[in-house]
């Protein structure tokens, strides 16, 4: 709650945090503008490593607060990402069209959740880490989805109806592509090492999955060694 | 999932189901029409004796699926309807501003959460009991918001943009008074002693709560007698 402190205090973000290398790089950009909420949201068995890299995210960045969903979507809408049953590709083609790891409305209820959190602490911004090259395949995460949730977002809530407050959606990654990204975190100090990226979620990056090899070519091109592959 | 069977099957929806009259009448509404997959989540203690009301009703209308979601919103997002500490009004005047039992983002959560089942699903309707006297004190209860959903629907989903499917955000009640729920409700046989809206959730409705107090002019109004109060 905000009552009688909005004038003083800095601005506010809820941030989704996932736990990648993405999110990192979100929270970062909303911790250097001020504070900062986190919102993890557990929504399948395969991301259970991600929890652990966003908490110690979390912590590292000294956030204001961290809540941990657990959402099961599995059983709601199935996909790659929530079901053992259906193979995760081992890479696939940027060209093709949505790719077997889409999960049905995800985007629309993560940003929906963190709207309940951005209403209810007083913050004015979601930063979310969707970008250019996932929304490629992806469609919530093209601009014209965020911007169509942003008005929804606005219509929504007591702070856009009452407080004339509007609460953005913020993708600071939008177009940028994992090259741009590495070195966007790099200059923001992102700590790599506390990431998780891929799909398989070992103890180890599978290094072959779709999210291995985004992230290696990111780093690969921005000529940045990825601690967490460097320490296998 | 509709692959190969889509020319064929009827029409199929997914309704917000939580129990209440307004929920009832969307179910046996959507139920004429066509097939129907039944969502109800569960966002707060308040409302558990709502999901046995949901349960009585989705049996009774043979709906094709029922998923009932456990999504504690408390913790994201206090309201007098899931924090146990904020009094529920004992009614409240309808000229006000937003109410107190106004839930941060709900419908949003509520409707993203329909979106994940129907774009899984194959449905093309979503079904959602807000109504004209709610819109007057919740911002997420007008036909602008449900209008802004509906655009984030198309675009978010793999149906919106590969199929050209749009899925429709369907308001049967919007402009309807209690009353003419309760007189819609009769001409579609709705089993009003199956459902539930009192927001206090203990064995009888307490009838002092909004809820009861709405329901109960409703049912006068109309000149319907409520079996779940003539029982009592």
Same mark, same amino acid.
């Given at each position: 709650?905000?009552?009688?402190?909005?004038?003083?205090?800095?601005?506010?973000?809820?941030?989704?945090?996932?736990?990648?290398?993405?999110?990192?790089?979100?929270?970062?950009?909303?911790?250097? !503008?001020?504070?900062?909420?986190?919102?993890?949201?557990?929504?399948?068995?395969?991301?259970?490593?991600?929890?652990?890299?966003?908490?110690?995210?979390?912590?590292?960045? !000294?956030?204001?607060?961290?809540?941990?969903?657990?959402?099961?979507?599995?059983?709601?809408?199935?996909?790659?990402?929530?079901?053992?049953?259906?193979?995760?590709?081992?890479? !696939?083609?940027?060209?093709?069209?949505?790719?077997?790891?889409?999960? +049905?409305?995800?985007?629309?209820?993560?940003?929906?959740?963190?709207?309940?959190?951005?209403?209810?602490?007083?913050?004015?911004?979601?930063?979310?880490?969707?970008?250019?090259?996932?929304?490629?395949?992806?469609?919530?995460?093209? +601009?014209?989805?965020?911007?169509?949730?942003?008005?929804?977002?606005?219509?929504?809530?007591?702070?856009?109806?009452?407080?004339?407050?509007?609460?953005?959606?913020?993708?600071?990654?939008?177009?940028?592509?994992?090259?741009?990204?590495?070195?966007?975190?790099?200059?923001?100090?992102? +700590?790599?090492?506390?990431?998780?990226?891929?799909?398989?979620?070992?103890?180890?990056?599978?290094?072959?999955?779709?999210?291995?090899?985004?992230?290696?070519?990111?780093f690969r091109e921005a000529g940045v060694v990825? +601690?967490?592959?460097?320490?296998?």
């Open positions: 709650m905000v009552a009688g402190s909005r004038g003083s205090r800095p601005p506010r973000s809820v941030v989704l945090l996932s736990g990648g290398m993405d999110s990192a790089t979100c929270l970062a950009e909303a911790a250097r !503008r001020g504070e900062v909420i986190a919102l993890t949201v557990l929504y399948g068995q395969r991301h259970a490593r991600e929890v652990r890299a966003a908490r110690a995210l979390a912590r590292r960045f !000294r956030v204001r607060g961290h809540h941990v969903l657990r959402l099961p979507l599995g059983p709601l809408a199935p996909s790659a990402l929530t079901d053992r049953s259906i193979a995760v590709p081992a890479a !696939r083609d940027h060209r093709s069209r949505i790719p077997p790891t889409y999960v +049905p409305a995800r985007n629309t209820i993560f940003l929906a959740l963190a709207l309940a959190v951005a209403e209810s602490s007083g913050a004015d911004s979601i930063y979310v880490g969707v970008n250019a090259i996932d929304y490629s395949g992806y469609p919530d995460c093209r +601009p014209e989805f965020l911007e169509a949730f942003e008005r929804v977002a606005r219509l929504a809530t007591r702070a856009g109806v009452e407080q004339h407050r509007r609460i953005r959606i913020v993708a600071p990654l939008l177009r940028l592509s994992k090259r741009d990204i590495v070195e966007r975190g790099e200059h923001l100090r992102v +700590p790599w090492a506390l990431t998780w990226s891929c799909y398989r979620g070992g103890r180890r990056p599978c290094q072959r999955c779709d999210a291995c090899r985004l992230r290696a070519r990111g990825d +601690p967490l592959v460097a320490s296998a």
